[in-house]
């Protein structure tokens, strides 16, 4: 199986491969709902993080635990939780994020039995000057939590290795997005996001070792054929593989996205300072952010923009989950900005099922305008 495959069996039958981890190293998985968890810190403890995704499945589960207006994302990884399908999660933990994810981890917490949970406040206004030493506290309660659970100390060996590890992830997967830019990328917008989701999933040192495999393969990769329309996916999170599949079915490449399931997920490494949990904290300040915790035109915008360019987009498409207010407040700017910058786009809404027949049609039409224009 090449490495590619892997990674798609991984996504597919991700309970089975936490399962078979948990039994192989005789260690606890960990679940998360915000990928502004510390996962070094967790990967140092000898846990595995496991991030939970959808799994795209109308349910009825979480009407009596959750608002119904709360986004589809939150509830459907609730109902999972309900359902029994993470019933080999030790615990569960998340960072402060919007409202909907911290019920679903109170929810989570409450009604799914663990031996652990913790959560980590991790401010909205990311580029406040107290920001740091607040979060370093965090982190260092979050850390004693993990040494009271497993009855290990997490030594400062213990967090180099983990942040080495992390560091080389994000660099692999930085080269495998490189490969994107070419006039006809070696890699599809579907591997790639199954490269980031499995990379979510995985133990980081079995997935450097594919990551570094796939960058082989794919080196050796003959595309043939004429350039597509270049898209650019961006949005709230995002882990629908049939949703990209789709849209690059209808004769398009997705070059690069911004999502936290993809480019925010790795974009940045820690860098090295005499203390590791400071270094961590700085890492998660700095990274590529979220509308909760950052203003959309202080560092989103631009953000978004670079990518546009350095992966020469010739369109965008914004998916936002229904009800996710801090993505929808984002929008307005993020539109202007794109017509500012003549770069066509549209948006679409989505839910735990999205309507393929809808999406269909609009995405032929926003392509044929695209071909129109790039004649």
């Known amino acids: 199986m090449d490495a590619i495959e892997r990674f798609h069996e991984v996504v597919i039958n991700r309970h089975q491969y936490a399962r078979e981890w948990k039994e192989r190293t005789g260690r606890n998985v960990l679940g998360y709902l915000c990928s502004y968890v510390p996962e070094e810190i967790v990967y140092a403890a000898g846990i595995l993080p496991v991030r939970i995704l959808g799994s795209h499945e109308p349910q009825d589960l979480t009407d009596a635990h959750i608002f119904g207006m709360y986004c589809p994302f939150c509830r459907d990884c609730l109902a999972q939780g309900l359902q029994g399908r993470y019933d080999y999660l030790g615990g569960i933990t998340t960072a402060h994020s919007c409202i909907h994810i911290r019920q679903t981890f109170v929810s989570w917490k409450k009604h799914v039995p663990l031996s652990y949970s913790h959560y980590i406040y991790m401010p909205g206004n990311v580029q406040s000057h107290n920001i740091k030493d607040l979060l370093i506290g965090e982190y260092l309660e979050f850390k004693r939590s993990l040494e009271k659970w497993t009855g290990a100390e997490i030594s400062e060996h213990d967090l180099d290795r983990a942040i080495e590890t992390y560091n080389t992830n994000r660099?692999?997967?930085?080269?495998?997005?490189e490969l994107r830019k070419s006039e006809t990328p070696l890699i599809s917008g579907v591997e790639a996001l199954e490269m980031?989701?499995?990379?979510?999933?995985?133990?980081?040192?079995?997935?450097?070792?594919l990551l570094s495999q796939a960058l082989e393969e794919l080196s050796k990769r003959k595309i043939a054929g004429e350039p597509k329309p270049r898209l650019m996916l961006l949005g709230s999170e995002n882990d629908d593989v049939e949703f990209v599949r789709l849209t690059e079915s209808l004769g398009s490449d997705?070059?690069?996205?911004d999502y936290c399931t993809g480019t925010r997920?790795?974009?940045?490494?820690?860098?090295?300072?005499p203390d590791r949990i400071s270094a961590i904290a700085s890492r998660y300040i700095n990274r590529p952010p979220c509308p909760q915790k950052d203003l959309v035109e202080r560092r989103r915008l631009p953000h978004i923009l670079k990518l546009a360019k350095d992966y020469n987009v010739q369109g965008a498409i914004i998916t936002i989950q229904k009800f996710c207010d801090p993505h929808e407040f984002d929008l307005p700017a993020i539109q202007a900005m794109f017509k500012e910058n003549n770069i066509p786009n549209i948006f679409l809404e989505t839910?735990?099922?999205?309507?393929?027949?809808?999406?269909r049609i609009r995405i032929e039409a926003f392509l044929e305008m695209l071909q129109i224009e790039l004649l």
Do not use: C
């Open 171 to 177: 660099r692999l997967m930085r080269q495998v997005y």
């Open 196 to 209: 980031v989701l499995s990379s979510m999933l995985m133990d980081k040192e079995e997935h450097n070792q």
């Open 254 to 257: 997705i070059v690069v996205d």
């Open 265 to 273: 997920h790795f974009w940045n490494d820690v860098i090295a300072e």
């Open 351 to 359: 839910d735990v099922t999205i309507p393929m027949g809808q999406f």
